[in-house]
């Protein structure tokens, strides 16, 4: 059980475009999901919070407008990279929560690619 | 100073030792406490959680949590090469959300 899944494992792009990745839990209700980004050899840092139906919540320094988060079902949230840059390429990694526990369930990741 | 600390590393170890990971943790009220294993080039995945001071095992795996002196520990017993991967300590520092705060990371290899 507690199966998150990821979409797509890796996406290269130009600067400029925008790339969405899809966040999925399989085998249960994620009523909270996170996006973390990891660079090269440091550790996974919290971009923003999302709940099921309602805003993302995003750490300071974090750019919503640039960084869309969307959390629209129980077992969807979508995070979209909007005119990305090469500086945003990295890891890009969701997991995701239910109910009232404590444990979080990481997605494989998504490594982006900028050129 | 940082909310989670951990000593990034490598820790080397002989096939079949014990293997042990520290962190420490400076937000007092801090709830829950995680290890997750990380593979190069892949996310993290869940080892174990503890809450309660103590001990905690599962299979060769031990969690112990000390909230007096803010720290939670990780046994691995009879360690394996494919053991070897990047242990991360998270906390749930509390507040809204539930979020928790990664360390660093601890390098841990397994020599045969």
């Known amino acids: 059980g507690a199966v998150v899944s990821q979409h797509p494992s890796w996406v290269i792009c130009k600067s400029g475009t925008s790339v969405k990745i899809e966040c999925r839990s399989l085998d249960f209700q994620a009523t909270t999901m996170f996006w973390y980004r990891q660079f090269p050899k440091q550790s996974l840092m919290l971009m923003a919070t999302s709940n099921e139906g309602s805003k993302a919540t995003y750490e300071q320094g974090v750019e919503k407008d640039k960084f869309l988060i969307n959390h629209a079902s129980l077992t969807l949230s979508t995070l979209t990279v909007t005119s990305a840059h090469p500086e945003d390429s990295s890891f890009y990694i969701c997991?995701?929560?239910?109910?009232?526990?404590?444990?979080?369930?990481f997605g494989p990741g998504t490594r982006l690619t900028v050129t | 100073q940082k909310e989670v600390e951990q000593n990034s590393g490598p820790l080397s170890v002989p096939e079949g030792a014990i293997a042990s990971l520290n962190c420490t943790y400076s937000?007092?009220?801090?709830?829950?406490f995680f290890w997750y294993r990380q593979y190069s080039g892949k996310s993290p995945e869940l080892i174990m959680f503890i809450y309660s001071n103590g001990d905690k095992e599962d299979g060769r795996f031990t969690a112990q949590l000390n909230k007096a002196s803010q720290y939670v520990s990780l046994l691995i017993r009879d360690s394996q090469p494919s053991d070897s991967a990047t242990y991360l300590c998270a906390v749930n520092i509390g507040g809204g959300g539930n979020k928790l705060t990664f360390g660093t990371g601890t390098q841990l290899k397994v020599e045969l």
């Open positions: 937000d007092r009220g801090s709830q829950s």
């Open positions: 997991s995701a929560r239910a109910g009232g526990d404590y444990e979080q369930y």
